[in-house]
């Protein structure tokens, strides 16, 4: 169980990697945001990210510092970091959760930013031939997102209850 | 309450433009006619069923050479490629809708998507028409359905 | 066991689609064929071994329909395995292919969508889930 282990946790506009067996990566309450896992089974590296939006083109100097906040600045330097701790990116299961619409109504989110991130992020997998395991997105629940470094199981917590993805 | 033909049309194409390429659209709400600089990239795709009719995409060139490039991976498509892309995605927009008018049961033959340039106008008045917004641009649908009661099917 | 596939569809972009999907849902790829359609199609299949055909409904001189038909007909590639890509969304036309022994893929597909149709179609079970596969590495940016 989650006590048991130690929780490493990813912050909003942050990726985090490891390889430590007894830790578990969680980021907490994805709204329009969405969590990017990857994970390794042989190498058992693992990494998170927790992304806000889609795209880095409209402050390219923010960026520059904090790559983690875009989808398309983020994703690349989620799986390059896991290259330097052993993963292999043919090996690697990749999952994805959020891209919620909290407004409620998504007719009225004049915004769509959980639904850009979502098509962001499926873009650059196509572009970079890596394939999606699963994902559960949309919706207006917010997710918080677990993955265990030892068995690269990733557990998914809404207000109404918890399930495997 | 039943949904009219410009919202059926608009959600096959979003759904569309979505899954296949990756791009958000919403539609504009009170669409006017595209000028001549926006309609630089045109596919005609006709149907024929139960009734009969066409479906009509134009775009600005840039766009059509961005559906291409998503839909490719990243390859700089050819203007071949590029109008083969576009006329893919006007097969796929007439798959979604055309049940979601006429239901799943009835068959429709559909034919191959052809460029609009240089093809005579359709002889008939357009049954519903949708511009849709994106962030490379708009994207312009018309479609033709002939002599078909909207109003009792819808 | 590496799969032969045959890919026909009218548009060379969709060929191209279906070939990276291939490439990317875990299957272990021997050949892949293409074809524009039907015609094209029964003259590859008749010169090289295909262990499964995807196969467009709209194409031009032969559609995906009739290049079904002629595949049953035929001793040589009646066990073939058929899955139809398509956009078809005619239920009565999809019962008529499938009766013919054919799956049925609707487009847009994904990836997985398509290693989910082939896997079941080999009587192969779908993994354990997590979605472990050996893939080629040819991404430029990661
Ligand atoms: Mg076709």
Redesign the pocket.
């Known amino acids: 169980m989650v006590s048991a282990t130690k929780l490493l946790v990813v912050g909003m506009a942050d990726a985090k990697h490891s390889r430590e067996p007894g830790q578990t990566l969680v980021t907490y309450a994805l709204g329009s945001c969405i969590a990017l896992v990857i994970y390794d089974p042989v190498a058992k590296v693992g990494g998170m990210l927790h992304a806000m939006l889609p795209q880095s083109s409209i402050d390219p100097a923010k960026a520059e510092v904090h790559p983690a906040v875009f989808v398309d600045t983020g994703v690349p330097l989620l799986f390059l970091e896991s290259y330097k701790l052993g993963a292999k990116k043919e090996r690697l299961v990749v999952k994805v959760a959020g891209g919620a619409c909290t407004h409620g109504d998504p007719e009225k989110d004049m915004f769509q930013i959980g639904k850009r991130n979502v098509l962001m992020l499926k873009k650059l997998l196509w572009t970079n031939n890596v394939p999606l395991a699963a994902s559960d997105v949309a919706g207006t629940e917010s997710r918080t997102v677990f993955l265990d470094l030892e068995t690269g199981r990733i557990r998914i917590r809404t207000p109404r209850g918890e399930h495997e993805l | 309450m039943a949904m009219d033909l410009e919202t059926k049309l608009y959600q096959s194409a979003a759904r569309t433009f979505e899954e296949v390429c990756f791009l958000l659209t919403l539609r504009e709400p009170g669409p006017e006619l595209p000028a001549a600089s926006e309609r630089e990239i045109g596919v005609r795709i006709g149907f024929d069923g139960v009734f009969h009719g066409a479906l009509e995409i134009t775009c600005p060139a840039s766009i059509a050479e961005h559906l291409a490039n998503s839909m490719l991976g990243g390859d700089k498509p050819t203007a071949q490629q590029r109008q083969d892309a576009f006329g893919?995605i006007s097969?796929v927009i007439t798959g979604n809708l055309l049940p979601s008018i006429a239901g799943d049961k009835l068959v429709f033959d559909v034919t191959?998507p052809a460029t609009l340039e240089g093809q005579q106008p359709l002889p008939w008045g357009p049954s519903a028409r949708v511009r849709l917004r994106s962030d490379e641009g708009p994207i312009d649908l018309v479609l033709y359905i002939e002599d078909y009661d909207l109003g009792a099917r819808s | 066991m590496k799969l032969n596939v045959m890919v026909v569809?009218?548009?060379a972009v969709?060929r191209a689609m279906v070939k990276k999907s291939l490439s990317l849902c875990g299957i272990e790829l021997g050949e892949v064929v293409e074809a524009a359609n039907g015609v094209e199609a029964l003259e590859k299949l008749a010169s090289s071994w295909v262990d499964l055909a995807l196969i467009?409904?709209?194409?031009p001189k032969m559609n995906g329909e009739e290049l079904l038909n002629h595949i049953r007909e035929d001793e040589a590639t009646v066990p073939l395995n058929v899955i139809v890509i398509?956009?078809e969304g005619s239920e009565t036309r999809i019962s008529r292919l499938k009766s013919k022994g054919a799956r049925f893929l609707r487009k847009p597909f994904s990836p997985e969508n398509l290693g989910n149709q082939i896997r079941e179609m080999l009587g192969e079970t779908h993994g354990d889930g997590s979605g472990n596969q050996a893939l080629p590495v040819s991404g430029p940016d990661f």
């Open positions: 893919e097969n191959a | 569809d009218d548009s969709m467009d409904v709209n194409m398509s956009t």
